[in-house]
């Protein structure tokens, strides 16, 4: 095979990936460098089954091997051999969890995942909480937690780096030191209620009041690589992506007294490439990067598109997920109040 012919395949396996100017592995250690040594957060988990995991009881006697997946996740399936095998040959020092992101996926994708592929280890469906605690910025993402209950690694790849990072965790000391709290409560909003004053910082380096009297928002939240990446995997989401994406377009440039903002999920995005995604689609409404996932969590929102409607008096009137008859409605609505 030519080196022409590989190079083009490598772009081509490159343009499948929801990122590639920056690798995982690189997104992740960057993410996840202030949080080597120290100590873990001191969490209860609720396995998709019921289960109760106290993350807290296990430092001093177990290490701790987190793997962030998504069952839409390409890198994702490829290493599910390397956690299965962990699983099988932890023994007694290390405790295996597989936590979905659930990031546009539901807890029956993944018991439908988990009977397609026999996964025994224990399962956890996260609600943005625990990702936060462990600066989640792609999937899959490993954590590794020494039996000392500090954090050892963080990272991508299912290599020999994270091999050795199992290795050392099982074999640090037992003692715990200093402890990390448990993660904090965050007030959230459903429709319904009355969202409070806040500040976001736009893409183009400007700062908006939300919400604003006397004016109705539109809050779209999505993610940049929904309509390329999932083509593939996902193909029926992508294109629900694409048509929310041409329905605010349209909506937002129709001079309706509405105040579009996006809000774009980190995971698998920095603000280059929501710069990027902005300039390929002609994007007018202003743009926010939601890094470290707060935006999503205070509303709730697990899937994209979403879009949220507040009305001038700062509640928000309406969630809609899909463009189409529902969106017409609820802006008809929106307008009437």
Known sequence: MSRYVLWCCLLFVLSLSPAWAESGQQRAEAAGKSLIGK????????????????????????????KFWATWCVPCREQMPHLEKTFAEAGPD???????????????????????????????????SL?????????????????????????HEANAALDAALLAARTTPGQVGAT????????????GDR????????????????????RPTALVFLSPWCESYLATSRPGLAQSCRAM????????????????????????????????????????????????????RRFRVTHVPTVLLIDAQGRIASRVEEAGPKLEQAMRALSAR
């Open 94 to 128: 290390l405790a295996v969890i597989a936590v979905s992101v659930g990031f546009d996926e539901t807890i029956e994708d993944v018991r439908k995942y988990r009977e397609e592929l026999g996964l025994k280890m224990p399962l956890v469906f996260d609600d943005g």
């Open 39 to 66: 100590p873990a957060p001191r969490v209860t988990l609720k396995t998709i089954d019921g289960q109760t995991i106290d993350l807290g009881a296990l430092y001093g006697k177990q290490a701790v091997y987190i």
């Open 245 to 296: 994406r041409e329905k605010v377009g349209a909506l937002a440039s129709s001079g309706a007294k509405v105040r579009w903002i996006g809000v774009a999920s980190g995971l698998w995005a920095n603000r280059e490439e929501l710069a990027k995604y902005r300039d390929e689609h002609r994007i007018g409404m202003p743009l926010t990067l939601d890094d470290s996932g707060a935006l999503f």
């Open 195 to 214: 969202v409070p004053a806040f500040e976001a910082a736009m893409l183009d380096g400007t700062h908006l009041s939300l919400p604003q009297a006397g």
């Open 131 to 155: 990702g936060e605690a462990f600066h989640l910025r792609v999937t899959p993402q490993h954590v590794v937690i020494g039996r000392d209950g500090r954090v050892l690694y963080i990272g």
């Open 180 to 191: 990390a709290t448990g993660a904090k409560e965050e007030a959230h909003y459903d429709v």
